[in-house]
């Protein structure tokens, strides 16, 4: 009965707006965005769009009814003591729907009304799909006041919720929720607190869903929240004429069209208090009461480090200059509009984003008129085009949206003087949006509100006033469109001349002077770029590289049970002997046999001191181990025993058993002497890596794959030694190969983080792009804390030409950068450099800027010819040139390059001579770790030889600083010259790092190395001099102290040269040190630490052939004939090269007359 009930008076509502909406068509119209009052509601779809979902099929699509139902309200007694009675009136899109019968509170300050009522949805309707994302349903419970004799009725609304119709664009066809209540103030002057103080029960529901299958998978949301502007102009104050502050954003839309979003009603606040977080977002309406009401439920401004945003002054030195405006006076919108995109749209959004990556939004302050009557003379027009004052815009990038799995871009935004130029250069965009609106635009003063009087609860009729407004408005579009229809010979040269003209606001200068930023956000509900699931690279990575297979099960039956039993009995008989040995002697065997009472005697003592001494226990636990083995093998018994008989009889049968047994182990230790075990190896894993790596720098690959090889051998499971060797094979360019041990590596750990970034490293390579790709991304999805792991996946995308995920990637690295730097730095440095920032940063702030350009990571036009010539000179020597280098440029090359490595830009030195000194820093930036991303992953590819993407890192390096090349970059580029044997070029870095940082001792190092290579010996001497005469050691002491010490040794120093090889022996010893202690003594005549140094060295490598010769010298020396030609034997088999050495060995043979069996 209720439910017919419901729906004969929802049928007789509808026809009586049918009605209605005949005499007043523009009551449902449906409007992309609120504009300000005065703004026609029947402006033209070509300039304002109807709806933000703008349908890519033109055919009609069926309306689809949305039903509401107010259940009840609760708390009423909580707003007003005394109501009794009350109605629900439902409005939505401005329009009633109903108002619900007068019912009576009760008590408890329920009302139950179950009051039903509906609206229809249709793309070319009044309520469009637009109006559902961003329109939410007014419900005003309104009091009915008991009217006295002779009068009319009284209503006086007592309070107002709304409820937010989103869920039925996400896919639900129905939900409940308790809207909560807020209270409607008796008059504007009242201040209410903004908590809800009763509920209202509602339930939505629609018959269908409102989208398809296809408009819910591939359509979005976009939502966008204008926060505040900030660091406004001085100019700005609330006294004098009413302002209104206004900003505006253009969404692309399917064809040429845009549709705007703006953003009204700015409210200017002086200084004090920040704005508090979290804070409710705003609904983008004026038919609202109650002020609490505007807030959209569960929709808050969170705020977040400054660090982690999106757009610009999000640096270390803007934090200050932050901090400051947001205390300072601003405007604050708090609004956030929404519109619903279809497919068609969606495409479009991604389109202009690739083709325009900043997107203009426009702020302006205009004058609020008070209302007058009649016709609006010249001179008022004339007025009315100068109302756009302070015209600025802000550049936001969204590219970001671009990016797998983003949907929100958030930050502060710099706001710039508006010119056309300028705005079309940036975005693309040909017309400023409140320019073509402003004749629309023109703002008058709003009355304050008074219950009962003019009351916006329901549409009034329009007033004469209001008509001709509308009919002049409706003229003026006519007159616009058959302008722009008409042919442009048409047009007045005074005309095409005023449009010719660029526009510039004069006033929006002080936006710039005073540093003013917007901070807003741009969100959408799906990415426009679907991100992998961590899941899902998991499972390609190990479709890739399969999993290790698990290792063979350990084998332990009854016969090793047995044997490990004889091997503890073993063990123990030898302990017991030697204890019996310390108490008594060892007996000569001719002494005799030992009487019966001495032997007992000495069986009491043994006994009492195993067991005072604890260790008759300790033999008793060892051999507990190996008999419960026995028992659960060899017998199978793993349960407790039934009867006591059973328990008994086992004992006796196992006793006998293990005293055979014993018998057995004791005769096998008494009948013959076991061979001594293999003695263990005493090199380790770090050991052969240093082996290794000495053999490496000395160009023996041969011992450097075979010490490489022993440590996988060593330890099959040990991921480090797989990522060595695979370091050591890209050295030798054996791509291959490095890939397999770099994936042996990732099947041990498909997590690790190194591994993956190896693997699509030879990918890349081996031009597997696919494969780099899913490595990389996972990379970053495992440690999204990883600098490296975004700067490489940077510059693999780069390398694909997809400069948006690179821009992104760089910019994610950046940021996580920035934040371990932040948190390495200490208190005390922080407190001593704030002072002094403080100016700093706002004037730099505040200074003209050239545009967001900055971030960007194209700056060539800012560098030298020379720098960029070099970065492509960088890109050659790594092999990764793009195709659309023009011919010829890349024979260009080498004319320009070479001078770029020994001199600065001179349009940076120009610019800037603070920031690229001539003098050299009296600071070493040694102890400071890598300061750009790029060096950062410099410093992980050097290590693994990836000297291609060093390269491409190299270039970027060269590009992102301001002031010069770094000392850290021409070291790495040096240290590539080098690898490739350019001494020239290296040369030249090298001098470059010298002058910028003469103190760091890894300049000094490198340039001894290429001293030494180059075989200038004395030059190098004086390097390595230097190098260790520092404080701090550079990175590669080990190989200085060798090539130090061995120059030593030709220069006959042999006393310096032991000290330097010693020192070298307590860093990291070798056989190479060792040896060099050893040479040098034995130059010194100390033929006894001469020995033990190379038998040390001769320990650690028996196959080198020097040592052996030295070791053939030591003996000669002595007199030991046997032990000289064994030594001499080992020296001519394993080849000695040194014939100097080999000469000296047989002089002295035949001095002494033996050492060679061949004499």
Not at 183 to 201: D, F, I, R
Not at 406 to 415: D, L
Not at 1092 to 1100: I, K, M, P, V
């Amino acid at each position: 009965m209720l439910a017919a009930t419901a729906a004969l008076s929802c049928r007789r509502f509808w026809e009586r707006n049918r009605a209605v909406s005949c005499f007043f068509p523009h009551s449902f119209s449906c409007r992309a965005m609120e504009v300000p009052v005065g703004l026609s509601a029947g402006k033209d779809d070509s300039t304002l769009p109807a709806a933000a979902a703008l349908p890519s099929e033109s055919r009609p699509t069926p309306a689809k009814p949305v039903q509401i139902t107010v259940l009840n309200a609760q708390d009423l007694k909580t707003m007003k003591s005394d109501v009794s009675v009350t109605l629900v009136r439902v409005e939505y899109n401005g329009a009633i729907l109903g108002d619900s019968s007068k019912t009576d509170v009760l008590p408890n300050g329920t009302a139950n009304y179950n009051f039903t009522t509906s609206f229809e949805c249709s793309p070319d309707g009044p309520n469009s799909l637009d109006d559902i994302v961003q329109k939410p349903v007014l419900l005003t419970v309104i009091e009915a006041l008991q009217r006295e004799k002779r009068q009319k009725e009284k209503t006086v609304p007592l309070g107002q919720a709304v409820v937010d119709l989103l869920p039925l664009l996400q896919g639900q066809r129905s939900f409940k929720v308790s809207a909560p209540l807020y209270a409607v103030p008796t008059s504007p002057l009242e201040s209410l607190q903004p908590e809800a103080k009763g509920g209202l029960e509602v339930t939505v529901c629609t018959e269908e869903p409102l989208l398809s299958a296809t408009q819910l998978s591939d359509g979005n949301l976009l939502s966008v929240t204008l926060e505040a502007a900030y660091s406004v102009p001085e100019t700005f104050a609330p006294t004098g004429p009413l302002q209104n502050y206004m900003a505006c954003l253009q969404v692309p839309a399917p064809g040429e069209k845009e549709f705007p979003l703006l953003f009204k009603n700015g409210i200017l606040k002086l200084a004090g208090e920040k704005e508090p977080l979290p804070r409710p977002k705003k609904w983008p309406l004026a038919n609202i009461m109650a002020p609490g009401a505007l807030s959209i439920p569960n929709s808050f401004i969170v705020g977040g480090p400054y660090e982690d945003e999106d757009g610009e002054l999000n640096k270390r030195e803007d934090r200050e200059f932050r901090i400051q405006a947001e205390s300072m006076k601003r405007i604050v919108w708090d609004t956030e509009r929404r519109c619903y995109l279809d497919p068609a749209a969606v495409v479009t959004l991604q389109k202009r984003i690739a083709e325009c990556r900043y997107w203009p939004v426009e702020v302006c302050r205009m004058s609020v008129a008070s209302p007058s009557k009649g016709k609006t003379s010249k001179a008022d027009k004339g007025d009315e085009d100068k109302q756009i004052f302070f015209h600025g815009v802000a550049y936001v990038n969204m590219v970001p949206l671009l990016c797998p799995g983003v949907k929100q871009v958030r930050g502060a935004f710099r706001v710039f003087t508006y010119e056309d130029s300028e705005v079309f250069e940036k975005t693309g965009s040909q017309h400023s949006v409140f320019r073509d609106l402003r004749s629309q635009l023109s703002l008058t003063k709003e009355g304050p509100w008074t219950p009962g009087i003019g009351t916006p609860l329901s549409r009034a009729v329009p007033s004469k006033t209001q008509k001709e407004d509308r009919e002049k408005i409706t003229k003026d579009k006519d007159s616009n469109r058959r302008m722009s229809n008409a042919p442009k010979i048409q047009l007045s040269d005074a005309t095409v001349e005023a449009e010719n003209v660029p526009y510039l606001s004069l006033d929006g200068q002080q936006y710039v002077e005073a540093g003013t930023f917007l901070v807003m956000e741009i969100k959408l509900d799906k990415a426009l770029v679907p991100k992998r699931l961590r899941e899902e690279l998991t499972g390609r990575v190990k479709q890739m590289i399969p999993p290790r297979p698990p290792l063979p099960p350990r084998t332990a039956g009854a016969k090793k049970a047995v044997e490990d039993y004889h091997n503890h009995v073993t063990s123990i008989a030898v302990a017991l002997l030697s204890e019996y040995h310390e108490l008594f002697g060892k007996q000569p065997p001719d002494r005799g046999a030992i009487d019966h009472q001495t032997l007992e005697e000495q069986k009491r003592q043994l006994n009492f001191e195993l067991n005072s001494s604890g260790k008759y226990f300790a033999f008793k636990e060892q051999l507990k181990y190996a008999v419960v083995k026995i028992v659960r093998e060899k017998y199978l018994k793993t349960t407790a025993f039934e009867t006591q008989e059973q328990f008994q009889a086992f004992l006796s049968e196992l006793y006998v058993y293990l005293v055979d047994q014993m018998h057995v182990a004791l005769n096998q230790l008494l009948s013959e002497e076991a061979a001594p075990p293999a003695p263990l190896s005493r090199t380790t894993g770090e050991q052969l890596w240093l082996f290794a790596h000495e053999a490496e720098v000395n160009k023996d690959y041969k011992l450097a794959s075979l010490y490489h090889q022993q440590r996988v051998a060593q330890d099959q499971c040990n991921i480090q030694s797989w990522l060595d060797y695979g370091a050591f094979c890209l050295l030798l360019e054996e791509t291959t190969k490095a890939q397999e041990c770099f994936q042996q590596a990732l099947s041990l750990d498909p997590h690790h983080i190194q591994s993956l970034l190896l693997c699509g490293v030879v990918a890349v390579v081996l031009q597997h792009y696919e494969e780099a790709e899913i490595f990389f991304e996972d990379a970053c999805c495992l440690e999204p804390s990883s600098v490296v792991a975004w700067t490489l996946s940077g510059l693999f995308y780069e390398l694909q030409n997809n400069n948006i995920q690179a821009e992104m990637a760089f910019r994610e690295a950046k940021k996580l950068l920035q934040a371990q730097l932040t948190k390495e730095r200490s208190v005390p440095e922080a407190a001593e450099g704030e002072g002094g920032k403080k100016h700093i940063a706002a004037a730099c702030v505040r200074s003209p800027s050239p545009g967001p350009e900055e971030c960007l990571p194209e700056p060539c036009s800012k560098l030298g010819s020379l720098w960029q010539t070099l970065c492509l000179h960088l890109m050659v020597l790594g092999g990764f040139i793009p195709e659309r280098v023009p011919d010829g440029s890349a024979d260009k090359l080498t004319e320009v390059a070479e001078p770029a490595l020994a001199c600065t830009a001179p349009e940076e030195e120009a610019t800037a001579p603070e920031a690229a000194p001539k003098a050299p820093s009296p600071v070493s930036g040694l102890s400071q770790p890598p300061c750009t991303i790029f060096m950062k992953a410099v410093e992980f590819l050097m290590k693994v030889n990836a000297i291609q993407f060093v390269h491409m890192a190299l270039a970027h390096e060269l590009l992102s600083l301001r002031g010069g090349p770094s000392c850290a970059y021409y070291l790495a580029l040096a240290q590539t010259y080098l690898l490739k044997e350019d001494f020239s070029k290296c040369e030249e870095c090298l001098c470059e790092a010298v002058r910028i940082d003469y103190m760091n001792p890894n300049v000094w190092a490198q340039k001894g190395h290429l001293c030494y290579l180059k075989r200038d010996f004395g030059e190098a001497k004086e390097c390595y001099e230097r190098t260790i005469s520092f404080v701090e050691d550079a990175a590669d002491m080990h190989f200085v102290y060798l090539r130090l010490g061995s120059i030593y040794l030709e220069e006959k120093e042999y006393g310096r040269a032991k000290q330097i090889y010693l020192l070298a022996c307590k860093n990291s010893a070798s056989c190479l040190t060792w040896l060099g202690v050893g040479i040098a003594c034995y130059r010194l005549e100390e033929m006894v630490e001469a020995e033990d140094a190379l038998s040390e060295a001769n320990a650690l490598n028996n196959t080198n052939a020097e040592v052996w010769g030295y070791l053939a010298l030591v003996c000669l020396r002595g007199g030991r004939q046997l032990e000289a030609e064994q030594c001499y034997k080992y020296t001519v088999k394993l080849g000695l090269r040194d014939d100097a050495l080999l000469r000296e060995i047989r002089a002295a043979q035949q001095r002494l007359g033996f050492g060679n069996p061949a004499l």
